[in-house]
């Protein structure tokens, strides 16, 4: 099994700019597709961003396209998610979450990093 362990979380104002890192432990990450999610009080997780084992293909929710990029790097064994130009309903618990190649689900996910932003 993958262990994830997210870091890179805090406290910055509208406008500014924060980078997750995820860092897989266990198994080599180039086996998982990968995925940031992320949840904010009184919501549901919701997807943010994916990328594919290769890194060749990405996919970021509306909400976030042209702010936050995802980006892997398989010999480091790290997911990064860069996030500019943050706005106030970013704020939320952000995850890394790990999709074997042959599974449909995001089976293995990190304990999460804390993201808040202020007007």
């Known amino acids: 099994q993958v262990q994830l362990v997210e870091s890179g979380g805090g406290s910055v104002q509208a406008g500014g700019s924060l980078r997750l890192s995820c860092t897989a432990s266990?198994?080599?990450?180039?086996?998982?597709?990968m995925a940031w999610f992320r949840q904010a009080p009184g919501k549901e997780r919701e997807f943010v961003a994916a990328?594919?084992?290769?890194?060749?293909?990405?996919y970021n929710v509306d909400s976030v396209k042209g702010r936050f990029t995802i980006s892997r790097d398989n010999a480091k064994n790290t997911v990064v998610l860069q996030m500019n130009s943050l706005k106030p309903e970013d704020t939320a618990i952000y995850y890394c979450?790990?999709?074997?190649?042959?599974?449909?689900?995001?089976?293995?996910w990190g304990q999460g990093t804390q993201v808040t932003v202020s007007s």
């Open positions: 266990g198994r080599t990450l180039s086996r998982y597709n």
């Open positions: 979450a790990g999709r074997p190649l042959s599974s449909s689900r995001y089976d293995y």
């Open positions: 990328i594919d084992w290769s890194g060749g293909s990405t």
